[in-house]
């Protein structure tokens, strides 16, 4: 249980292009899913949170007009990086945390990262 | 602000030798703490964690004790197999005051590699 799936896993783009990708919680609901970024051989940099039906709280120097976040359900959360560049090249991995009371409330579950090339 | 400091890696043991990955922390209040591991080409997945002082966290043969006294987090394993080698990060997440936007918020150290040879 508490299986967080992320599509795609990979994808290249061209610069200047928009890409989306999807962060499920597949057996359980996620009233808050958070989206880093991992640079190679460096830890994970917290981006911002997402809380269903609400806007994403960002965190201090990441652009949100160039990461839109939107988390449409309890189960789904999206991030887009509109615009690409070569620079936003990188690693990119939500969690979903579950509702009070179920499981451990203060676990966030990992998805397995979307590696995203912008050429 | 809440911070995280791992050892620097990477590390390299022989199959059976003693691990220990040091982790240190800064928070305010009474953070829990967690250990992460990342085998290549995968998601992070909780290790283990504690929540309060003193508590310790166990899995799969490691095992981490939460120290205030030295607001320490580290993880020790006694006898290390090939298939631990990835990359593991220590983290902690701390409830802010009534209205704080960092609920939740894990922060991460910067990761150590461990590599293991037979």
């Known amino acids: 249980g508490a299986v967080v799936s992320q599509h795609p896993s990979w994808v290249i783009c061209k610069s200047g292009t928009s890409v989306k990708i999807e962060c499920r919680s597949l057996d359980f609901q996620a009233t808050t899913m958070f989206w880093y970024r991992q640079f190679p051989k460096q830890s994970l940099m917290l981006m911002a949170t997402?809380?269903?039906?609400?806007?994403?709280?960002?965190e201090q120097g990441v652009e949100k007009d160039k990461f839109l976040i939107n988390h449409a359900s309890l189960t789904l959360s999206t991030l887009t990086v509109t615009s690409a560049h070569p620079e936003d090249s990188s690693f990119y991995i939500c969690?979903?945390?579950?509702?009070?009371?179920?499981?451990?409330?203060?676990?966030?579950?990992f998805g397995p990262g979307t590696r995203l090339t912008v050429l | 602000g809440d911070s995280v400091t791992q050892m620097e890696g990477p590390v390299t043991l022989s199959e059976e030798a003693f691990l220990t990955i040091n982790c240190t922390y800064t928070?305010?209040?009474?953070?829990?703490l967690f250990w992460y591991v990342q085998y290549p080409g995968e998601g992070l997945q909780l290790l283990l964690k504690?929540?309060?002082?003193?508590d310790k966290g166990s899995n799969k043969g490691f095992e981490a004790t939460y120290r205030k006294e030295t607001t320490s987090f580290h993880l020790e394993k006694g006898s290390v197999q090939v298939s631990d080698s990835a990359v593991y990060f220590c983290?902690?997440?701390?409830?802010?005051?009534?209205?704080?936007?960092?609920?939740?918020?894990?922060?991460f150290g910067q990761g150590t590699i461990l590599t293991v040879h037979p």
């Open positions: 928070a305010t209040g009474y953070p829990s």
């Open positions: 504690a929540t309060k002082a003193d």
């Open positions: 997402s809380n269903e039906g609400s806007k994403a709280t960002y």
């Open positions: 969690s979903a945390r579950t509702r009070e009371g179920l499981r451990s409330y203060n676990e966030q579950f």
């Open positions: 983290a902690l997440t701390r409830y802010p005051n009534a209205g704080g936007t960092s609920y939740g918020k894990l922060t």
